[in-house]
């Protein structure tokens, strides 16, 4: 077998490593016309970024498999037209991601980034008895919309800090169910909006969630709750959501994903502050997509991955199949 790997040079020797002699690996860039020209006879591709084209012409692809747990840049249409490959992603930074979701929650309402902004100019406005006292998170109401890996270990640390959890998936069940107090549907979860102090998202990009967070869906949100998202950029309405930042019709944001990324990552390279000023606004905690960015992450999804394709090529059914017609 042939794997194609359009990774760095030390990415592709791990791989090769683990795997061995049992296939060839083989290394590209990342765009589709390199992809094409060194794996169009590749039986596997590891990576999260695989357009339609590469889908469509690689007539040998059996497996994809990306290193993180979103898969909404592999191209679903194409999979789903040739109906014989297996998608794959990892969970491992499930974990690091779950603690970055509680920084960024408690980094929101204890106003960290406001006070260390102002103590580096040696203002001292929001010291005791300042204009914005810190948001306790004790004995409130969580809302996670999205139970799988990363909402299941976001739940189980939320638990120290004594708050109800609710949470909402699309069948209104969980196996992670035992981790909250309450399960409902995402299509019937207005009641559940509007008892929440903190609402996070950590659910996959679909067809369904695109849009999930929408004008309707804000205002059901009490003025002072806290809105987290660490799952992808547009589960929410941009403009929506920054009109009601503005306003103060909600407490705050924290957010670790964007609708628009630098052209490496595949964007078009316009950052959020050209359409809507997120970075003018108090109530905003930003961060640029880095939740699962840790010590030992990057090292552990290379060697899950590689180990993983290592079972599909010994006829072994791997691990973390995703279900293409949901999405994740």
């Keep these: 077998m042939k794997v194609l ?10 791989i090769q490593d683990i795997i061995g002699n049992e296939a060839i690996v083989v290394q590209s860039d990342r765009t589709v016309e390199s992809m094409l020209s060194l794996g169009s006879d590749a039986d596997i591709i590891a990576t999260g970024r695989v357009p339609a084209e590469y889908i469509q012409s ?34 491992v930074n499930a974990a690091e991601v779950a603690e970055y979701t509680i920084m960024l929650l408690l980094s929101l309402s204890k106003r960290i980034m406001i006070c260390d902004s102002d103590m580096r100019k040696g203002n001292w406005r929001m010291a005791w008895g300042g204009p914005f006292p810190n948001i306790e998170i004790r004995n409130k109401t969580c809302l996670i919309v999205g139970l799988g890996n990363i909402g299941a270990e976001v739940a189980k640390r939320l638990r120290s800090f004594d708050v109800t959890i609710h949470a909402a998936t699309r069948t209104g069940t969980s196996q992670q169910s035992e981790l909250v107090d309450k399960v409902v549907r995402i299509d019937e979860v207005e009641e559940s909006v509007k008892t929440a102090d903190f609402v996070l998202l950590t659910l996959p990009l679909t067809v369904e969630s695109k849009n999930l967070v929408d004008g309707q869906f804000i ?22 959501l920054y009109q009601v930042l503005k306003e103060n019709r909600i407490g705050g944001a924290a957010l670790d994903v964007w609708w628009d990324y630098p052209p490496i990552w595949g964007g078009s390279g316009q950052m959020p502050s050209e359409k809507y000023p997120f970075h003018e606004l108090e109530n905003v905690v930003l961060s640029p997509h880095r939740a699962a960015f840790s010590e030992n992450i990057e090292r552990d999804q290379i060697q899950f991955v590689a180990e993983n394709i290592l079972r599909f090529i010994r006829g072994e059914k791997p691990l973390n199949i995703v279900n293409m017609a949901l999405g994740y």
């Design 5 to 14: 790997i359009p990774y760095p040079e030390e990415t592709v020797k791990i």
């Design 58 to 91: 690689a007539k040998s692809l059996k497996m994809i498999h990306g290193f993180g747990a979103g898969i909404d840049k592999i191209d679903r249409g194409a999979v789903l037209e040739r109906g014989d490959i297996i998608v794959c992603n990892s969970h």
């Design 219 to 240: 205002s059901w949100m009490k003025r002072e709750s806290l809105l987290v998202n660490i799952s992808r950029g547009a589960i929410i309405d941009e403009g929506a």
